[in-house]
């Protein structure tokens, strides 16, 4: 069907200068404001991790031991009892497996 | 069709933007749900999910380009919709005479109306507020929950729930008066156009305010 066979349309709508303005500005408030409190509070909460970092490397410098393979006792498990790193036995006893809780958390 | 008598009630752009957001709301309403249920395995929600994401993403584009390209309407819609008269706490009074017409098969009298109802207007403001808030909140909880605060993604993810409820029970209320009125139907999904009679009949301030013969050289 061609556009050429209807005899009326809406008369068009006419925005002036100072009606664009208006709903220009009210769209780029209605934009800007969720966008800043998404910022501070995204902002806010990277404090938060970086804190978090901050005192991870403070443990650090304060720690002896600061890598598992340096560990004496985890040495020794695998020395007298673990065999090696992902050795049967050691998967066996200290690896995880995943449980869908998605059901019960919701 | 007496084409001497049609009104071109929704041009070639307004067709498209509902095209794109029919193919890319019914999807999102399927997968909102399947995600708010979980009743599948793990790798189907994981499916749901992906699917959600796509159609929200196009869903997104849809409205911005047609912000931008159909900008006059954008703004025309919103005057509409916005507007609010004593007509149409008359016209909430009889509920627009549907129950009466679909129940009781009466005709009661309705007051006149622009080219949407009061209830196509409060749906219309629904979409509006709604559709801005589930995508700004779907955006967010997509691209940065782990860089929002456990609050925020909460209240998001709360807004971004009831927005779809209240847009979805919507939608069932809106394909089944847009089926009912089917030569509105045939004009959004095919030609745009609808009979002038009728037109006139439903929408008379439309008609008489709004609508200009078009100029033929």
Known sequence: ?????????????????????????????FLALPAIW???????????????????????????IR????????????????????????EELLHTKYINRTKILS | MHSENMILKHPLSVRIFHYLLVISFLPLAATGLILFFKPFSENAMNLAMRI?????????????????????RVVLFLRRVFSISGNDFKWFAVLGGYPQKLLLHKKVPVPPMGKYNSGQKLFGACVFIGGVALIFTGIALWAFPHNLPH????????VHTIAA???????????????????DFKAMFLHGKIPYDEAKEMAPLWVGNEIIAVNKK
């Open chain 1, 1 to 29: 069907m061609s556009d050429q066979d209807y005899k009326y349309i809406e008369n068009p709508l006419h925005v002036t200068r100072r009606e664009f303005i208006t709903i220009t500005g009210i769209v780029v408030a």
């Open chain 1, 38 to 64: 998404i910022r501070s509070a995204a902002l806010s909460n990277n404090e938060y991790i970086k804190a978090r970092i901050r005192n991870l490397y403070q443990d650090d410098v304060k720690s002896k």
């Open chain 1, 67 to 90: 890598v598992s393979h340096a560990n004496k006792s985890v040495a020794r498990y695998y020395s007298e009892f673990g065999g090696k790193p992902l050795s049967h036995l050691s």
């Open chain 2, 52 to 72: 959600h994401v796509a159609a929200g993403i196009l869903l997104t584009f849809d409205a911005a380009a047609f912000f931008i390209i159909g900008y006059k």
């Open chain 2, 151 to 158: 609050g925020t993604v909460a209240l998001m993810g709360h």
């Open chain 2, 165 to 183: 409820w209240a847009l979805t029970l919507f939608l069932c209320v809106h394909v089944f008066l847009g089926i009912y009125m089917f030569d």
